[in-house]
């Protein structure tokens, strides 16, 4: 038997690897609630515009629900031979119905139908994904609150630069967090106008309603060309994109938790919740779960790289190419939600060792550049010699293998006769962090105004 909904210029069966290549339905299941939402909307208005009667809508609307009722119950029996999600659940409305069914596909094509259906996934995906970003911009704002004085080394080339503190290495990540969230935000308003009533490619010839659609399933507005609404998918790429970026800046935050992590800093002691043992060796606690997050940007960012190759030259309009769109972008909205949620229970459960980040902070003449501004402010030195000056007293002490504060007030005023005992103030990690008031800085006040301004943005009391 040739296939039921589109078998009529066919005299035999599809080959079975063409059925393999060809079916969605183990992927595409997943639009079935959009798919019958999308169905719903549609009847309404064929029903409105007298396209189709009312009796014919009615049935086809509660059979609509009773299906919607089985797939949900698991009770649905998925068929590949029907290819796709759009072709099961109209079978199986002719199997509940009869022939009224064949009205629901009157002024539409799979193509629009697709297309509206994977609007309102991504559509949702995004608004999960920002309360599960959200969640994991309270969890670093309330841990940096209350280690918004904690001392920790600064660094850049991965070298002790300057100490700055726990809280606010940890709002650096709530920012870009926030720009993630932004840029989802900005993806979801451009995506919201409905491609449903585009038809196959060039629209119909029914007097649809496509504003009362449009409307019905909480779009802006109907799409404004048929071509370009069944054959866009710059709303999946936007998504991806910034899921991508997203993924990247978990990424980083992993790597660092594994360094922390690891016994050669100590920084940070995670959960037992959030650590995992080795078989072999029985002193290990692993950051299985960072390392994973970190890993997983890998798929994130492949999902994006290979939507942008499936629509490089792709002509307008619809191609079977297009139904390459789905599965990369369910794995990686889909991923992206566990590894925020991993992060985040990560993040709360984080120890970090006060002590010893602050005996770091202070390790490998980390407050040099204190000195320097010290020598700056007090003797008016322009700011050049001073950094000499101080990288002469580095060199002494490296030489002499002690910190800065080790030397003898008499050592260094061989160097710069000028110098009082009060030079040794700019050597503490405390003062150092203190003095760093300008806007943006570490100094702890900053610290603990910029968490409890965030966590009030973010709906929790600082
Ligand atoms: N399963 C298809 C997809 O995901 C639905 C659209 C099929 N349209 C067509 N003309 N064959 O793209």
Known sequence: MSNKIWGGRFAGRPDAILEEINASIDFDRKLAAHDIAGSLAHVAML??????AKADAAAIRDALGRIHGEIER???????????????IESRLAELIGPAAGRLHTARSRNDQVAVDFRLYVRAAIDALDAEIRALQTALAEKALAHAGSVMPGFTHMQPAQPITFGHHLLAYVEMLARDRGRLKDARARLNECPLGAAALAGTSFPIDRAATAKALGFDRPTANSLDSVSDRDFV??????????????????????LWASPQFGFVRLSDRFST??????????????????????????????????????PLAYSKDLQEDKEGTFDALETLSLCLAALAG????????VARMKTAAGAAYATATDLADYLVRELGLPFREAHHLTGRLVALAAKKNVGLEELSLAEMKRLEPRLTKAAFSALGVGNSVASRTSYGGTAPANVAAAAKKWLSALGKRG
């Not at 990560?346 to 970090?352: A, C, G, K, R, T």
């Open 237 to 258: 790429i936007e998504t991806l994109a910034a899921a991508a970026l997203c993924a990247v800046h978990l990424s980083r935050l992993a790597e660092e938790i594994v």
């Open 346 to 353: 990560m993040i709360s459960d984080l120890e970090p060792d």
């Open 74 to 88: 698991g009770e649905f029996r998925f068929s590949r031979e029907l290819e796709d999600i759009h072709m099961n």
């Open 277 to 314: 043992g080795s078989s072999m060796l029985p002193q290990k606690r692993n950051p299985d779960a960072a390392e994973l997050i970190r890993a997983k940007s890998g798929r994130i960012i492949g999902a994006l790289t290979a939507l942008l190759i499936v629509l490089k030259g792709l």
């Open 47 to 52: 029903e409105k515009t007298g396209i189709v």
